[in-house]
């Protein structure tokens, strides 16, 4: 006991983009975030039964992120054991949730199974005493850590055959037949091994949500793909999301109907994207593994379009495009090594407290997004966040997150800081059809976040990028201030109530194009005249009787009080940028509102 001393106990687990960013489906994505937070879980266990503290994050969360820090005194010759048995127990815990797969889906290990899960996670840990001074005690951790990480053994894992249809990396293990593919075919001409289990196209021994015909994945994609904590059901897919509020509707006013579409497929055959009529076609059902159903076409597309006629009746729409809303704590380095730390405050005090009220904006985040049909949290780790969103939610959401963030993050930590910046976030959306591609919408959400970072020194902005069907996309980035987001909402609502034509919206850009260049900020000497044309071209769009005075607030919301007030805070507040902010929000009100024209887009292969 004499030898006892203070430490800091530092974790990592990976590899995060395995785990999150490598996803076909939303099932992936989701399951990937939730056995991360499950092995982080089982780590943070074992240090708390040998009486470690954990300071940060707050370890009551329910998505728990890939590293922690904690408190622990041990004495030294103790330390290197204590990380082998924390790294053990999480290594057990991995080849446990692979071992239930295999048992809950009737199936053998096929070889080399296990070697790939072995060989899957990377951790790493270090200790460094305390000494009086944590705060040179965790700056000291950072930097070792990133010693470790650079001199980490390599581990050659040959393998030689197709690779895995999520990952691209690891051989398939896991194979589902497409229509007219026969085992030994495959096994010489696709797969080029023989160490695989291969399933028939049409027999649902396992759920086609599970594993598509021709799809083929690695060991660890078909533990993330299996994978549903505490019995929950499969993840909802992008066209859930996209149709969320209609399918509620659906539930409580045709219930008859919408159990009988349903029904005709079965729990194990059926998903959202049978609701759009683009899908009920012979060909769709050929290469989804359905053509048992191509028998009851007619009787599936009256069913579909019965459906639809009741949505239409209470102003619904079958709305095919979702959001992806990922965000992240701005200058968490700086906040964590106590860079900001006012005079007399300790780091000790601050990371324990800060991880509390992150954890508390992350329950509520949480909460907020899968009430009331808005949408679907992937994770919540309180300085960081992935979720899907319905489009009707999306600037609610937005507005409620930020609001949210003040009050249990930025008011309650000010007392520790030495500046009064308070503490932000930035955001990024993507808004996709819900047939793109869920990695190139996940990467594009990421992409806007790093422009929404790098929109301004003070960070704290949100940025919008839309995917269209047609190929065709738009974005934009702008500052959280001033209730931004909420202003967006008013806008489209305006539109979608046909209080505004969009016209105005075409034509101001129809006039001003030429004027500048699109990267151009607008001088001062021209911003009344721009103010004075697009509050003109509002007011000739307006169908309000008092059209005038609605024009005029309208347009100062939008151009004095949104767009001219951030010109000197960022150089990217062009006319471009405000372009493609009036461009974004035209293209949510054609999409959501039910009385505008189907667009005739071309959407992306199935």
């Known amino acids: 006991n004499r030898n006892k001393m203070t430490h800091l106990f530092l974790f990592t687990l990976g590899p995060v983009q395995s785990f999150i960013a490598q996803a076909r489906k939303t099932q992936d994505l989701y399951a990937g975030s939730r056995l991360l937070s499950v092995l982080t879980e089982t780590a943070m266990n074992h240090v708390k039964s040998k009486n470690g503290q954990i300071t940060f994050p707050d370890s009551t969360i329910e998505s728990k992120p890939n590293r922690f820090v904690a408190k622990i005194d041990l004495p030294a010759e103790q330390l290197k054991q204590l990380g082998e048995d924390v ?20 199936m053998r290990d096929p070889s080399g199974f296990y070697e790939q899960i072995q060989q899957h996670l990377k951790i790493h840990w270090v200790f460094h005493p305390i000494q009086n001074d944590y705060k040179t005690a965790f700056q000291q951790l950072e930097g070792l850590l990133a010693a470790v990480k650079q001199t980490s053994d390599f581990e050659q894992f040959p393998e030689v055959g197709r690779k895995c249809s999520v990952d691209g990396q690891l051989n398939v293990k896991f194979y589902r037949l497409a229509e007219g593919q026969n085992d030994n075919q495959v096994r010489k001409t696709h797969l080029f091994a023989n160490d695989n289990l291969i399933f028939e196209y049409e027999k649902p021994r396992i759920a086609l949500s599970l594993l598509q015909p021709g799809e083929g994945l690695s060991g660890v994609s078909m533990v993330k793909r299996s994978y549903k904590p505490n019995g929950t059901s499969e993840f909802e897919s992008t066209a859930d999301i996209a149709l969320q509020k209609t399918i509620a509707f659906w539930e409580h006013n045709c219930r008859s109907k919408y159990d009988a579409f349903i029904g005709c497929f079965g729990e194990k055959q059926f998903d ?46 079958l709305t095919k495009y979702y959001a992806l809303l990922l965000f992240d704590g701005d200058g968490m380095g700086e906040l964590l090594s106590g860079e900001r730390l006012a005079s007399g405050k300790k780091l000790e005090d601050f990371h324990p407290a800060f991880s509390t009220q992150l954890g508390a904006f992350a329950g509520a985040a949480q909460k907020f997004l899968n009430a009331e049909q808005r949408g679907r949290t992937v994770y919540a780790g309180g300085d960081d966040f992935l979720g899907f969103v319905n489009l009707e939610s ?48 996940l990467n594009r959400a990421r992409a806007m976040e790093q422009k929404a970072k790098d929109y301004r020194k003070s960070k704290n902005a949100f940025g919008i990028a839309v995917i269209k069907g ?21 806008l489209i609502e ?14 101001f850009q129809r006039e001003f194009a030429p004027v500048l260049k699109e990267n151009e900020q607008v001088p001062t000497t021209m911003q009344e005249m721009f103010q004075i044309e697009l509050t003109r071209l509002a007011e000739r769009s307006c169908d309000l009787p008092n059209k ?37 929000c035209d293209f949510l009100h054609r999409t959501l509102n039910p009385n505008y024209e189907e667009q005739r887009e071309q959407k992306p292969a199935a």
């Open 494 to 507: 305006s539109l979608r109530k046909e209080h505004f034509s969009n016209t105005f919206i075409k034509n």
């Open 87 to 106: 790294e053990q127990a999480v290594q057990a815990k991995w080849k446990s949730l692979a071992e239930k797969m295999l048992e809950k889906e009737g």
């Open 394 to 441: 999306l600037f609610e959401v937005l507005a409620h997150f930020q609001c949210k963030f003040r009050e249990l993050v930025s008011t309650p930590m000010q007392p520790y800081l030495k500046d009064a910046n308070g503490i932000t976030f930035s955001a990024g959306i993507c808004i996709a059809h819900y047939k793109e591609p869920l990695s190139l919408v």
């Open 470 to 490: 047609s190929g065709e996309d738009h974005d934009t980035v702008w500052g959280f201030e001033n209730s931004n987001p909420a202003k967006l909402e008013y």
């Open 548 to 584: 005038k005075e609605k024009a005029a607030r309208l347009c100062k919301m939008l151009w004095t009080d949104f767009f001219l007030s951030q010109q000197s805070e960022s150089p990217k507040a062009t006319l471009g940028n405000f372009f493609e902010l009036l461009n974004i």
């Open 272 to 317: 959202a994207q049978l609701f759009y009529e683009e899908n009920l076609t012979q060909k769709y059902f050929e290469k989804q593994g359905l053509k048992n159903f191509i028998s009851q076409l007619k009787d599936l597309q009256r069913m579909r379009r019965e459906l639809e006629d009741c949505a239409k009746e209470k102003k619904y729409r």
